[in-house]
């Protein structure tokens, strides 16, 4: 009786250890699949350089910019060209400001849609972004969005553009801007500017 008693005791051992690794290896092996659903997840930088120039001069940094992150290259263009005759464009530019207009712009904001970093370049106009400027991104969805200023100035640097930007795209996270007044050494300053920032 007690030998016939011994060996179901072995026997239910053994079953029972073969149950315990049975549930243990299953349980180490499924968590790599975790990890790879995690890596699967990881979304990558969509790069969008958007610029406004008037005189050339920001265009010439935008393309610098454009040449280290990469991404598209775009122009952001009003619905009426301003002129090219200095003294029109600056009564222009002066009334836009003090009347707190928002002209018409002929890009399409929706274009922003389709990226995750948004590098936004233009000229310094009355110590701020040109209008034009602020009415593309009131009409922009950059909810989530990473917008990283860039100016060309003659005396400014960023001026009051930072919060304007601030006010026309709430939703937005905004980055350290760049202020260029010698377009001959936007590559070296571009370059620092992007490691100060750390976009990789």
């Excluded at 990558?44 to 935008?62: D, I, M, Q």
């Excluded at 040449?67 to 009564?91: A, F, I, M, N």
């Excluded at 890009?107 to 370049?121: A, C, E, K, N, S």
């Amino acid at each position: 009786m007690k030998r016939i008693l011994m060996i179901g005791m072995l026997l239910f051992g053994v079953i029972a250890t073969a149950m315990a690794w049975h549930s243990f290896s299953h349980s180490t092996t499924a968590q790599p699949t975790t990890t790879t659903v995690h890596a699967v997840a990881h979304q990558p930088r969509r790069v969008l350089v958007l610029y406004f120039s008037w005189s050339g001069t920001t265009k010439e940094v935008a393309q610098t910019v454009h040449r280290q992150v990469g991404g598209r290259l775009v122009r952001l263009e009003p619905k009426v060209s301003y002129s090219s005759d200095y003294s029109t464009v600056s009564k222009r530019a002066g009334r836009e400001y003090f009347r707190h207009q928002s002209p018409a712009v002929k890009t399409d904001p929706r274009l922003v849609d389709d990226y995750t970093d948004i590098f936004i370049g233009y000229p310094i106009w009355y110590g701020t972004a040109p209008m034009v400027v602020k009415s593309f991104l009131q009409r922009a969805n950059l909810r989530g969005k990473n917008l990283y200023p860039f100016t060309t100035f003659a005396s400014s640097r960023l001026g009051k553009s930072p919060a304007l930007i601030k006010r026309a795209a709430p939703g937005a996270r905004l980055l350290p801007g760049l202020a260029e007044d010698n377009p001959g050494q936007a590559t070296t300053d571009v370059k620092r500017w992007l490691t100060t920032i750390r976009f990789k």
